[in-house]
């Protein structure tokens, strides 16, 4: 089964982070310091296979700022695109 939520019709990323495999907290960690290397407005990709990294981002957008503009489900793999604040 494949879902999406689309807030923008982005597609275009500057950098793409694989955390396939990575239980909580480590994907939002290295997610984290991905987005700080990362200047404001740019796109981070993520693939992760942590079920419960889509309730994780959502809260990691709120906490930060940055934007969660696309979330999807794709079998048990979860992609987020991010823009850097």
Do not use: W
């Not at 982005?10 to 310091?33: F, H, M, S």
């Not at 693939?47 to 994780?56: K, W």
């Amino acid at each position: 089964m494949s879902t999406a939520t689309f807030d923008n019709d982005v597609t275009a990323y500057q950098k793409e982070l694989d955390a396939r495999g990575l239980n909580c907290p480590l994907p939002i960690l290295k997610a984290k310091k991905a987005l700080a290397e990362m200047q404001t407005g740019e796109v981070l990709r993520i693939v992760a296979t942590d079920s419960g990294s889509v309730r994780d981002f959502q809260a990691f957008a709120k906490q930060t700022g940055n934007a969660l503009l696309a979330h999807s489900q794709n079998g048990l793999e979860f992609t987020f695109l991010m823009r850097r604040k």
